[in-house]
């Protein structure tokens, strides 16, 4: 859900949970809006770096409010006609549409770029209409909320014609539901590694051992590697199977990683242990400038293989990786170019996250510590 809006509607929100209910999101960095009812906007402060938005039945209830909140706040709602007259105002405004069946659903495709917002409420659970609605509105300028029941839902409409929609309006009274939206948020915000130049300094025959291949449910670009490391220090990236390989098709979705007691990066500079990966686990895709995006895991294969040891050192700090021997496997060098595993030698550059070294469960820590 990366770069998505995220809205909390409080509307329903009992008088009782109320004040926890918007305290708790004031907290939470993912949500940027509150949608609230007329009578409710001046009950519990917002946080001055949230929207405030406000649903109306009424032209009059806006008249019952002051012109500085007036100004700062969009008003939301199903009328088009009262939304006209708010728009000549000079008010911001939002179309807040209920899609029931076929009819409700091409009205708003038909007319969801009347307005700067669209909030579409949906009664059935598939996301068909959805699609349907931003396949037609791809190009307009409106900004398209779904509302959603709860997180899950949530990171589900993101995916939605690839892009998803522009954000989820969130109608919960849940405490967990209002925190798990913003660990869902937070965990697909893009990340950024500093990916550095390192020096070969020894490349080893080890024999056979077990390696695994990590296969994701996403498709990878040539560009696309993980970090796999022997130590918690940091590691080398190594390449998706997205390249030309003479003997076999490209596997775009693999890394083929390395020996099974590698560390793997993960969302949140948290690190797994191959044999700890299994379906469902995030990781984090990395390409050679350092972006990062969270993949999740489809399957893992791990098989006996030959074994290589490839050794690299930056700025007096040493990591390892071990991966299949075997020439098939990439693995970044210091140009950014998939280079063969068993072709790097002594004094060859090779790209490498490098970082503070210390875990415990994955978590990064301060420690001392010794990995040799």
């Known amino acids: 859900m990366n770069n998505k809006k995220v809205w909390y509607d409080a509307r329903t929100v009992i008088d009782n949970n109320f004040g926890d209910c918007i305290a708790l999101v004031n907290q939470q ?3 940027h809006a509150v949608l609230l009812n007329p009578h409710q906007v001046e009950k519990y402060p917002i946080s001055e770096r ?6 109306i039945k009424e032209i009059d209830e806006i008249e019952q409010l002051d012109e500085q909140v007036k100004m700062k706040c969009i008003w939301i ?8 007259t708010i728009k000549r105002m000079g008010l911001k405004t939002g179309w807040y549409v209920k899609i029931n069946d076929q009819e409700t659903m091409n009205k708003a495709c038909d007319m969801g770029k009347d307005n700067p917002y669209l909030i579409l409420e949906f009664k059935d659970d598939t996301n068909i209409p959805l699609e349907l609605v931003l396949a037609k509105l791809q190009r307009e300028n409106v900004e398209i909320l779904k509302q959603v029941r709860n997180a899950e839902n949530g990171r589900i409409s993101s995916d939605v014609m690839e ?10 009274e849940s405490i967990g539901e209002i925190v798990s939206m913003n660990e869902i948020v937070s965990k697909s915000r893009l990340e950024k590694l500093e990916i550095v130049k390192a020096t070969v300094k020894k490349v080893t025959h080890i024999g056979a051992g077990e390696r695994a291949c990590i296969d994701t449910t996403s498709l990878l670009t040539e560009k696309e590697s993980m970090v796999i490391g022997s130590t918690s220090s940091g590691g080398l990236l190594v390449c998706s199977e997205t390249h030309y390989l003479p003997y076999m098709n490209t596997r775009p979705f693999r890394v083929n990683a390395g020996a099974v007691h590698s560390y793997v990066w993960c969302p949140g500079g948290m690190t797994e242990y191959i044999t700890d990966m299994k379906v469902g686990t995030q990781v984090l895709a990395v390409d050679y ?14 098989e006996v293989r030959p074994l290589l040891l490839i050794e690299a050192e930056y700025e007096g700090q040493t990591i390892n990786t071990i991966v299949q ?3 098939h496997i990439r693995i970044f060098d210091g140009d950014r170019q998939p280079k063969s595993a068993t072709t790097f030698q002594e004094g060859d550059s090779i790209l490498a996250y490098v970082c503070e070294p ?6 990064k820590i301060t420690e001392t510590i010794t990995e040799r």
Do not use: Y
């Not at 210390?358 to 978590?363: D, F, I, N, Q, S």
């Open 29 to 31: 960095s993912c949500f």
């Open 50 to 55: 949230l929207t405030t938005a406000v649903m």
């Open 77 to 84: 709602s199903e009328n088009l006609s009262i939304l006209e």
């Open 163 to 172: 892009s998803g929609s522009d954000g989820v309006l969130l109608a919960s």
């Open 289 to 302: 400038d350092g972006n990062a995006r969270t993949v999740n895991v489809g399957r893992m294969k791990i």
């Open 325 to 327: 021997d075997d020439w």
């Open 358 to 363: 210390g875990r415990h469960v994955g978590v």
